[in-house]
């Protein structure tokens, strides 16, 4: 079977299918010895050889998904200016080549994805996939009248968010169940209904669940509950 190139290197993790057409452009890329200056060309996988800059690439059999506990107070990047700390100082050497599957703010902990699928981790955090995620949101308020705003879809700012399903839980915690996953959303939208978050984690992602995973610690999911996950882009 084919498939476009563009598509193929995506798949292998080597870069972004954007990317991936901007070095096909540039002249980076050959197709068994010659090189292509097109995106538009098709491959098949178990019979041709794409090289950049003169690197083979080899197809991926199946992609990998871990659970990360991340901690509070660490960045979900690969290097920050500031200088504070990331979630790669968290994690073992073997881990560092992983890409994270959207991100949690700093002061947010909680459920991580991370992947050696860079395709799979664009895809699983497009809004169209409507993945739920969960979260356990302690509050500076004891008013919950206001929230009926976000239940039904709000504009903050001039930014629509998603209607979200959101339960009121003891000790001034709500549980809040997002599909979109827009930068701080459940930050923002919560303050706007005057219910200020104190402390935010996240228990969900689809169907993977943090459980009673300690803090710090990673694991890597079985294929059934990757296939799950898939089955829903």
């Keep these: 079977m084919t498939v476009r190139i563009a598509k193929f290197i995506a798949d292998t993790g080597a870069a972004s299918r954007r990317a991936a057409e901007d070095m096909i452009l540039a002249g980076r890329v050959a197709v068994n010895g010659t090189a ?64 994270y599957v959207g991100r949690l703010d700093y002061k947010t902990t909680g459920l991580l994805l991370l ?32 929230l009926d705003a976000a239940r039904r879809g709000i504009t903050v700012d ?40 104190r402390h935010l984690r996240r228990i969900s992602f689809g169907p993977v669940h943090l459980g009673n995973m300690p803090v710090g610690q990673i694991k890597e999911l079985p294929q059934k509950t990757i296939d799950e996950m898939l089955k829903s882009l």
Aim: charged content about 25%; overall charge positive.
């Design 36 to 99: 292509i200056d097109t995106p538009v060309v098709f491959i098949d996988p178990k019979q041709d050889t794409v090289t950049i800059d003169g690197r083979p690439l080899m197809a991926r059999t199946q992609s990998r998904v871990f659970a990360f506990h991340k901690p509070i107070n660490t960045m979900t990047t690969t290097h920050d200016p500031a200088g504070r700390k990331t979630i790669y100082d968290c994690l073992a050497p073997e881990y560092h080549g992983l890409k």
């Design 115 to 146: 992947t050696d699928d860079g395709e799979l981790a664009r895809k699983l955090t497009l809004p169209s996939s409507h993945i739920p995620r969960t979260y356990i949101a302690t509050v500076n308020s004891n008013d919950f009248s206001h």
């Design 158 to 197: 001039g930014i629509k968010y998603r209607p979200m399903q959101i339960d009121v839980l003891p000790n001034n915690n709500l549980r809040v169940i997002v599909t979109e996953g827009k930068k701080n959303e459940v930050r923002i939208v919560l303050r706007a209904c005057k219910c200020p978050v």
